[in-house]
């Protein structure tokens, strides 16, 4: 299968391109510029340097493909870039049976102690963005995948966990929560994410929503007590994590999910197998 791709060189697409052409597909890059050119084709694929301002240049490189993953994020322009690249989707694979897997994420079911891809979108302000550019895919004739991955963490300790370890420490030693502490966060090893893009795309059809999630729900107390050690830890007031991080970055962390992505392990025998954050996080 020829995979069209972005977002080679993230968090993410560094895991998926190599899982992919480990199975022996073959992967297109598309990339912003030479260095992220060299960093995709190191990692296995083909690079093709784009201009991402231009939804009619995305359309022309996806449509060679058999499948395409969107997996790119863009910062301060990302719900322009979402709409252009959902734009370009349309315009490449619509009416043509190819899949196209959409990246959204879990926060934007909001809390809930067992979310599942029919609980009603109830997304904090930093990604109620998502849920329009979600609604115009789902509205044309595509077959799509969006693919909500829960806290992603694993490739040395990048991603949201890293924060935890970052929180201030009270004048005796402790460690301090997130706020309280006592919310649940979804959670899913990059490498188990990866895993999970390829069996999605693989299965030569739109699966609808998915929630990307290993199904361990830590609270973000347990997660912050490994890594205290001794010291332990203290809860902070939400206003000390909003004043610090910001009211909207603060709100998503805030939230307390849990889910067992039932649905994903239906897809391709998808099964995760690698450790858990807790023991992720030990090892650091």
């Known amino acids: 299968m020829h995979v069209v791709l972005t977002g080679a060189t993230g968090l993410i697409g560094s895991a998926v391109v190599p899982h992919l052409v480990e199975q022996g597909h073959r992967v297109t890059a598309l990339v912003r510029s030479e260095e992220a050119a060299a960093k995709a084709q190191a990692s296995g694929a083909t690079p093709a340097v784009i201009d991402f301002d231009s939804a009619t240049a995305i359309a022309e490189a996806f449509r060679p493909g058999d499948a395409v993953i969107h997996?790119?994020?863009?910062?301060?322009?990302?719900?322009?870039?979402?709409?252009?690249?959902?734009?370009?989707?349309?315009?490449?694979?619509g009416g043509t049976g190819k899949p196209y897997v959409h990246t959204g994420?879990?926060?934007?079911?909001?809390?809930?102690?067992?979310?599942?891809?029919?609980?009603?979108?109830?997304?904090p302000a930093i990604t109620a963005w998502r849920l329009g550019v979600i609604e115009s895919l789902e509205a044309e004739d595509l077959a799509l995948t969006v693919l909500h991955p829960g806290i992603v963490y694993g490739d040395g300790g990048a991603g949201i966990p890293q924060i935890l370890a970052g929180q201030p420490r009270t004048g005796d030693g402790k460690l301090t929560t997130l706020g309280s502490g006592v919310q649940h966060w979804t959670t899913i090893h990059v490498d188990d994410l990866a895993a999970l893009y390829a069996a999605v795309v693989t299965s030569g059809t739109g699966q609808g929503a998915v929630l990307g999630v290993s199904g361990t729900n830590p609270t973000v107390a347990e997660l912050s007590a490994v890594l205290a050690g001794d010291a332990g830890v203290e809860a902070e007031d939400p206003s000390a994590t909003e004043s610090r991080l910001g009211s909207?970055?603060?709100?998503?962390?805030?939230?307390?999910?849990?889910?067992?992505g039932?649905?994903?392990?239906g897809i391709g025998g998808w099964t995760p197998t690698k450790p858990s954050?807790?023991?992720e996080l030990s090892r650091s």
């Open 277 to 279: 954050l807790a023991e």
């Open 105 to 123: 994420g879990v926060w934007v079911y909001g809390s809930g102690d067992d979310l599942t891809e029919a609980t009603p979108y109830d997304a």
């Open 262 to 265: 039932a649905k994903a392990r």
């Open 71 to 93: 997996l790119a994020a863009a910062g301060d322009d990302a719900e322009a870039f979402d709409r252009r690249v959902a734009e370009a989707a349309v315009g490449a694979l």
């Open 248 to 260: 909207g970055f603060a709100e998503a962390l805030l939230l307390d999910q849990q889910a067992t």
